[in-house]
């Protein structure tokens, strides 16, 4: 006997699918909710049962190998229908099931008792149900055991639902956050045009470095919802294909990356120093159109240690140049490394200029799910 439509069948849908659950993985949390559920009552089955318009999924199960039926023999489909908990003791002596091909088959699902997932606005999605071959009833206790494990259920499905639309506001977050970022970085570009001052060219212009290395970060999170952590390896490729946009022709830009992750402040502290780098070597490397190279290395040297290397085959720098003498470019590069609690060891050759440095990527952050 098919199961009647839910009174609020069109809600009930909607609220199951905001879960965005179906058809999804299996997961930990699940399996062991439904493996306690079937050792608590003592049957060869126990299911996290999902009931959609046309089928029954199942998000978990133990003792069954298909992962759905159709709606027609979906014994949680008549169960929905009910306030909070059903039993039935023998489904060959209940008019609904009956004639239910999974239930007078051989073996036939002889037993059933399953407690309803219900939204906080009473919408039942589906259940937390056990069964078994033989004809049986539980006790008081078995009962209680199974509402509350039912709840555990709803509890998991809502985490996994808030984290999402978490995910989703960070997302456009990220979005509106990168477009001002760089509507104020080509409003710095305007007003380094204007100054006279070359000190304070220099000084916007610095500034400017930091605000696109921001700005490339939140159009990475935003495109690849990486959350508190990013993949360095990714991102350094999109800070080396924006200064792609500036190479000049005689110069060619290489880029050797890992995968990596870090902590996305980490990001921006590296990215400012190759952004910083990248720039210098453009402007002062590479005088009267000479070939050369610029090149940006990510290694790891150990476990839990990320090296940095930028360098350029060009003019390197006078010998009456202190490195350490605290221009405007080494204050930054001081800034970044101050933020990443790492040294910068500077390079200087007759032929090219080498920076490197080496940090502790951040741990991610761990959340119970």
């Known amino acids: ?14 609220a199951l699918y905001s879960y965005e659950t179906l058809d999804t993985d299996r997961e930990k949390d699940f399996d062991d909710i439904v493996q306690l559920a079937s050792s608590i009552c003592g049957t060869s089955i126990s299911l996290v049962s999902l009931v959609d318009a046309d089928r029954q999924w199942f998000k978990a ?15 949680c489909s008549h169960a929905i229908l009910e306030e909070e908990f059903i039993e039935i003791e023998d489904t060959l002596n209940d008019p609904r099931m009956v004639d239910n091909p999974l239930c007078c088959g051989a073996p036939g699902l002889r037993f059933y008792a399953g407690a309803l997932l219900k939204t906080p606005d009473g919408l039942p999605i589906g259940t937390l149900c056990v069964l078994d071959h033989q004809p049986r009833s539980l006790t ?18 809502e985490l996994r639902k808030a984290i999402g639309s978490a995910a989703t506001m960070r997302q456009e977050v990220d979005h509106r956050v990168k477009n001002s970022l760089q509507s104020l970085s080509a409003f710095a570009r305007i007003q380094e045009r204007r100054l006279q001052s070359e000190e304070a060219k220099q000084a916007v212009s610095k500034i400017k470095t930091r605000i696109d290395a921001v700005a490339t970060l939140h159009e990475y999170l935003y495109k690849t919802d990486a959350g508190s952590n990013v993949d360095l390896g990714v991102y350094l490729r999109n800070i080396v294909d924006y200064l792609g946009e500036t190479t000049p022709s005689n110069v060619t830009m290489e880029y050797a990356p890992v995968s990596v992750e870090v902590g996305s402040q980490q990001a921006v502290s590296v990215g400012t120093l190759v952004n910083e780098f990248v720039a210098n070597s453009y402007k002062h490397a590479f005088p009267d159109q000479r070939a050369g190279v610029v090149r940006i290395e990510l290694e790891n040297p150990a476990p839990g240690t990320v090296r940095v290397t930028c360098s350029d085959n060009g003019t390197g720098m ?44 951040e741990p991610r952050p761990q959340y119970r799910r």
Not at 61 to 75: C, F, Q
Not at 140 to 149: S, T
Request: hydrophobic share 45%; net charge negative.
């Open 1 to 14: 006997m098919k199961a009647a439509l839910h009174p609020r069948q069109s809600e009930r849908l909607q």
């Open 61 to 75: 199960s133990v003792g069954l190998d298909m992962t759905e039926t159709p709606i027609e023999t979906a014994l």
């Open 140 to 157: 008081p206790l078995q009962r209680d055991a199974i509402k509350v494990l039912a709840r555990q259920v709803m509890v998991q499905l």
């Open 318 to 361: 006078p010998p009456d140049i202190d490195s350490r003498s605290g221009g405007l470019g080494m204050k930054i590069a001081e800034i970044a490394c101050m933020e990443l609690r790492c040294e910068l060891e500077l390079k200087i050759a007759a032929q090219g200029v080498t920076a490197v440095i080496e940090f502790t990527p």
